[in-house]
């Protein structure tokens, strides 16, 4: 699957895939989204919400629900959600770190020493004026 330069790859049947980024890459393991349990209408949810609420928490597993046989809105319990963020987090940090990387073999930036020299510098520079 590609969207928008990400790919999908599953891995060893379903629960596990792999979540490419541009040269980034991610593994995810554990149950995809069941589809049988997964999709529901949005008045079936507003007839049993505590029912979906405990599924929600129990599963872990988004919730898709459809208006006129569309899908339009995705129900998620906030624990599951927050676990949506740290992997791409992880990834923002990993690409920094890359870039600089990237940025210093090219001989962008400043020396650690010339840095320090010219903070120490103006530190004491501020502190005289005082």
Avoid at 22 to 33: E, Q, V
Avoid at 99 to 110: P, V
Avoid at 115 to 130: I, P, Q, T
Wanted: a positive charge; aromatic letters at 6%.
């Amino acid at each position: 699957m590609h969207v928008a330069g990400v790919r999908f790859r599953l891995l060893n049947g379903p629960g596990s895939c792999i979540i490419e980024f541009g040269a980034l890459s991610m593994r995810t393991t554990g149950a995809l989204m069941n589809l049988s349990q997964d999709i529901h209408s949005l008045t079936d949810f507003r007839r049993k919400t505590p029912e979906f609420l405990r599924q929600l928490k129990k599963t872990g597993h988004p919730v898709v629900l459809t208006i006129n046989g569309k899908a339009e809105l995705v129900v998620q319990d906030a624990a599951s959600y927050q676990r949506l963020f740290e992997p791409a987090e992880r990834l923002e940090t990993v690409q920094a770190v890359k870039e600089s990387l990237n940025s210093a073999d090219r001989g962008e930036g400043r020396l650690m020493d010339d840095v320090f020299d010219a903070l120490e510098k103006d530190f004491s520079g501020s502190k005289a004026r005082k």
